[in-house]
């Protein structure tokens, strides 16, 4: 898994409430590689500035097209440097945060279909 790109389990059940434990993917937005592809992002459309709330709309369009089973139970809680996935806590679910960890990873080590789908359908993506 890649430094910028891991997946955390929020359980600890000496603090958290049972119904509140969950999976998440957190992203840093800001690590050296995301960082240069979101700025390549941004010289292709300039609503593409890719701080955590456009990688949020970027990654709501992905999903919805390639693969909207991980939308399904999906939170987030996104920052400007950082996106963070949630979901409740199961096995279904944990595997799916390991899929979408796995596809945050794969778009940015092979930009080059990230940056088509920016050219290409920018116009579409609900940009913060």
């Known amino acids: 898994m890649a430094d910028y790109a891991s997946v955390f389990r929020y359980d600890d059940e000496e603090f958290v409430d049972p119904d509140e434990m969950q999976v998440g993917v957190e992203f840093d937005v800001t690590a050296d590689k995301p960082f240069a592809v979101g700025e390549k992002m941004a010289e292709i459309d300039e609503n593409a500035y890719m701080n955590g709330y456009n990688w ?19 939170e987030t809680d996104t920052e400007a440097s950082t996106y963070i996935a949630l979901y409740p806590l199961s096995e279904e679910n944990e595997k ?9 990873e794969s778009l940015i080590e092979e930009e080059t279909e990230l940056l088509r789908i ?10 913060d």
């Open 56 to 74: 949020e709309a970027f990654f709501n369009f992905y999903l919805a097209e390639t693969a909207p089973e991980l939308l399904e139970d999906l």
């Open 96 to 104: 799916k945060a390991e899929r979408f960890a796995k596809i945050i």
């Open 118 to 127: 920016v050219r290409e359908r920018g116009e579409e993506i609900e940009w």
